[in-house]
């Protein structure tokens, strides 16, 4: 594994947990997606056992970070989802609804972070500028807009 790339907890289907390396993160249609690398046995060229890498996508549920890891090097990606053309991003807003004392709010994400109907630029700006309306933290919507005055 890469001492570059950042670690991670994977996640094995029987519940197990595994150190591993993350190397690339897309944010596709049906949610984060992370490409992760765990070490195993292999049998090397020679015929003996020696440690390899196997490299596989896995969902948000498979993978968790390590406290204080830093993940801000990682590369991350948006997939178009359906509809869109390939390489153009996309956005959904969250309505977080009223509660006693706190008027409702809305939650800008970058498509597949929650739910929703996709927005175009345009239609994630104009929500943007709506009163008690934010860009997400956890998906980093802020940082896939342009800049704007």
């Not at 765990?38 to 440690?51: D, F, H, K, Q, Y």
């Not at 406290?67 to 309505?95: C, F, I, K, M």
């Amino acid at each position: 594994m890469s001492e570059a790339a950042a670690r991670v907890v994977v996640v094995l289907p029987d519940g197990q947990e595994l150190r591993g390396a993350l190397y690339e993160r897309r944010n596709a249609t049906a949610g984060w997606q992370y490409r992760v690398g765990i070490s195993v046995w292999g049998t090397g060229a020679n015929g003996r056992l020696e440690p390899v890498e196997q490299r596989v996508w896995l969902d948000a549920g498979q993978v968790r970070p390590i406290p204080g890891g830093d993940y801000s090097t990682v590369p991350t990606r948006t997939v178009a989802p359906a509809g869109l053309p390939a390489g153009r991003q996309a956005w959904t807003v969250q309505q977080l609804p009223h509660r006693p004392g706190y008027p409702g709010a809305s939650l800008l994400h970058v498509i597949g972070c929650q739910p929703g109907t996709p927005l175009d630029l345009d239609q994630a700006l104009d929500a943007l500028r709506q009163p008690r309306t934010v860009a997400c933290r956890e998906c980093d919507a802020a940082s896939s807009l342009p800049a704007t005055n």
